[in-house]
């Protein structure tokens, strides 16, 4: 249970360290060149029962 | 039951405290606290890790009206014509955001070493209602372990409940399964919005940025009616039922970032953001006059500037999208006007 616990946990750290690091790299070369990947399109992604609460 | 009994029940209640905690304070020292079901509007995470070679200029936080309303692209372009340098605007939101959540977003994102220049919040009359109808939600979603007392001691006299004051403890676990569950399907659009245009709905100046602000207004022409017919009828009941300002914690915490930000020598800008005429008629006068006395005077007295724009000006049809937030064309017009007021504050 216990590795099971430290295992998730690791396997967090890890994911939640690689997208800082993508993000961080992506802003940096767009701070150097002023160009950006193109824009995913703008969805609203929320159902209406969220979009009711906004 | 036996005393071994006793004893093994309370070792694991031991462990799941022990295990909700560790957990908590790991997602916590990640940042992943920010990872929530509903990650829009802004991709909170993204922008609290990310590490700029320069001070932000002007921070943003509000609901989604300024998600909307206020573009970040628009205000640096609008300002570095003023400031005659290149400057740095962040937009940072929650969704259905009191008063309570934007203090805390802005005390981590927006002050000590990551204070801003100015920082703009975004009020609206039911954002400062001590019953918000969100105030559980603000309270479970980005309250940290250090405001339990606070809110437990506010939970003992009235709203929020005393559920949502012990979920910061332990929302830890529901913040690594959300955070293990991503992609979400808005994640790629506001994490693309965070990095490269300082979050918010519109983006202006950059490549593609017009295409998609127009795709965007165009996909969701329906959700005018929508609202109409589904929110408008709730408005009264829901936002602004028992309505209060003093004493309740949005109006508590708008105080405190009031005084945190004058104290670190932050140019706060309190803006009135607009509604279109129809929500606005379904804002009870009474409610609106208190919200008109208090806010200005709070302002002024804790040393910030307060700005009105929900005139009937900035309340037309063609600005929205829907009754209470902004369409493309608007915020950039919204965001030029707020420029003009942070001018003085932005060199």
Redesign the interface.
Request: proline content about 9%.
């Given at each position: 249970m216990l590795l099971i616990?430290v295992a998730?946990?690791a396997?967090?750290?890890v994911?939640?360290?690689r997208?800082?690091a993508k993000?961080?790299a992506?802003?940096d070369a767009?701070?150097q060149t002023g160009v950006?990947?193109?824009?995913?399109?703008?969805?609203?992604?929320?159902t209406?029962t969220?979009?009711?609460?906004? | 039951m036996t005393d071994e009994g006793d004893r093994r029940g309370f070792a694991v209640l031991g462990w799941l405290v022990v295990f909700l905690l560790v957990t908590g304070l790991f997602s916590r020292a990640l940042g992943l606290h920010w990872v929530q079901e509903v990650e829009w509007p802004t991709d909170l995470y993204a922008l609290g890790r990310l590490e700029r070679p320069s001070p932000v200029d002007v921070g943003i936080v509000g609901s989604s009206r300024s998600h909307y309303g206020l573009a970040p692209t628009a205000i640096d372009a609008c300002l570095a014509r003023t400031a005659g340098r290149v400057t740095t605007t962040v937009s940072a939101n929650r969704l259905a955001a009191s008063l309570y959540a934007s203090d805390l977003v802005a005390r981590e994102l927006f002050s000590g070493e990551r204070k801003p220049r100015a920082l703009v919040v975004e009020v609206a009359p039911e954002s400062l209602n001590a019953n918000h109808f969100e105030l559980d939600y603000n309270v479970a979603s980005t309250a940290g372990p250090s405001d339990t007392f606070e809110c437990i001691g506010a939970a003992v006299a009235g709203p929020p409940s005393l559920s949502a004051c012990a979920r910061p403890l332990v929302r830890g676990v529901e913040n690594i399964a959300f955070w293990l569950h991503r992609p979400l399907t808005e994640h790629r659009h506001i994490t693309w919005m965070a990095l490269y245009a300082g979050g918010g709905q519109y983006c202006f100046g950059l490549p593609g940025c017009d295409a998609r602000n127009a795709d965007y207004d165009l996909r969701h022409q329906g959700r005018w009616q929508t609202r109409i017919d589904r929110v408008l009828p709730k408005v009264r009941t829901e936002r602004f039922i028992d309505y209060e300002i003093d004493g309740g914690l949005p109006a508590r915490h708008f105080v405190a970032l009031l005084d945190r930000a004058k104290a670190e020598g932050v140019a706060v800008h309190v803006v009135n953001l607009p509604v279109s005429e129809v929500y606005q008629a379904e804002v009870p006068v009474e409610a609106y006059a208190e919200f008109l006395r208090w806010v200005p005077e709070t302002t002024a007295a804790h040393g910030g500037a307060f700005v009105d724009l929900n005139v009937p000006e900035w309340r037309v049809r063609d600005r929205y999208i829907d009754p209470d937030h902004l369409n493309a064309s608007g915020a950039r017009a919204l965001s030029a006007r707020v420029c003009a007021e942070l001018a003085g504050s932005v060199r």
């Open positions: 616990f998730g946990l396997i967090t750290g994911t939640a360290e997208e800082r993000n961080q992506a802003y767009f701070r950006t990947p193109p824009a995913p399109k703008a969805i609203s992604g929320a209406l969220v979009q009711e609460r906004l | -």
